[in-house]
Each structure stands twice: as C-alpha cells, then as structure tokens.
C-alpha cells in the first residue's frame, strides 16, 4: 500500500480507536445523569467506531511493524451535553475534513481495499453525527432521547433508532445481522 494512504488509514484507526473508549466512558455517564437511552446510543456507536478500527486494521493487513500514529481525539468528561456536544464535533470533523481527505488521497493512489473501509466510515460518521444531534436537543429539553431499540449494523457501523430498513443502506446488509441495544 502507498505511503501516504497507509498513514493516513493508521491514523483513522487511532481516531476510530480512541472515539471507541470515548463513547463508553460517556455512556456511563450519560447512565448516571438520567439518560439511560443516550447511553445505549453511546454504547452503540462506540461498537460502530470498532466496527471502523476493524475494517481500517483489516485493511492494512499486510504492513506490519510498529508505527507512531498521530490521530485527532477529543477529551473531557463533562455533562452529557457537553458530552454530545464533543461527539458532534468529533463526528463532523470526519465527516467534513478527515475522511474527504483521505479518500481523495486513497483515490489517486488507486488504494481500492482503503478506499472502501474508508467510505464506509464516513457514511457511517454522518449518521452517527446527525443521531448525536438528535440525542443532543432532547437532552438540552431535560429528556432522554426516544428509541425502544437501537440498531447497528456490524459490517459498516451504521445505526438505527427505528429499525425500518430491511437492508443496511451503506452495505446493503440484512437486517437480520444488526445487534441490538
Ligand atoms: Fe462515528
Ligand atoms: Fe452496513
């Protein structure tokens, strides 16, 4: 694999690591500020960013040796506002910065098993953002966020709040292989 794409895949998988540990640390907040929904959705998508570490370290399977990785990772542990808040960003940022530039990257250099763990994040990122946003304005309203079951999808880490799709509408996946929270 090129350079410059391996980098910037070793890189995505610390952010999706580090965004993995982060959601669970905020869940049990979120657990202990009276939201118990905002912590599956929590719990949920931190599944989905392992979803992302896997895929990412699964694709740069043939580069072995040790590298230092430098990734974007948010920290504090504030309310759960705050909390959601700092997905938010975090999310965005991928969304908007880090994953179009990497694709555009991976895309020159024709990198093509990168490119697709790599699109299936960041289809993935823009759901998560837009859920978190959701989480955010009933939580900053004083309630919870609304859902019986949260659904996710163990091939690209899209999430359900409804459960409608019979298909996974990143992977096309069945509904079947979702996990439920
Ligand atoms: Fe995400
Ligand atoms: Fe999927």
Not at 59 to 84: H, P, Q, R
Not at 129 to 156: F, H, M, N, Q, R
């Amino acid at each position: 694999m090129k350079a410059m794409t391996q980098d910037n895949l070793r890189s995505a998988y610390g952010g999706e690591s580090q965004a993995h540990m982060r959601y669970r640390i905020w869940s049990d907040k979120a657990n202990k500020d009276g939201f118990p929904t905002v912590a599956r959705l929590f719990m949920a998508t931190s599944d989905a960013e392992e979803v992302h570490a896997i895929l990412h370290f699964k694709a740069l399977k043939d580069e072995k040796g040790d590298f230092s990785v430098t990734s974007g990772g948010g920290f504090g542990l504030g309310t759960t506002s705050e909390n959601l808040q700092g997905a938010i960003n975090g999310e965005t940022f991928e969304v908007n910065e880090m994953y179009p530039a990497y694709i555009a990257v991976a895309e020159m250099q024709n990198e093509k098993v990168a490119l697709s763990a790599m699109k299936f994040a960041i289809e993935a990122e823009k759901v998560h953002a837009e859920l978190y946003t959701k989480a955010k304005e009933a939580v900053d309203s004083g309630k919870d966020l609304e859902a019986k079951k949260i659904y996710i999808c163990p091939v690209c880490g899209f999430i359900s709040i409804t459960g409608e799709e019979d298909n996974c509408p990143i992977c096309k996946a069945k509904k079947e292989l979702f996990k439920e929270y």
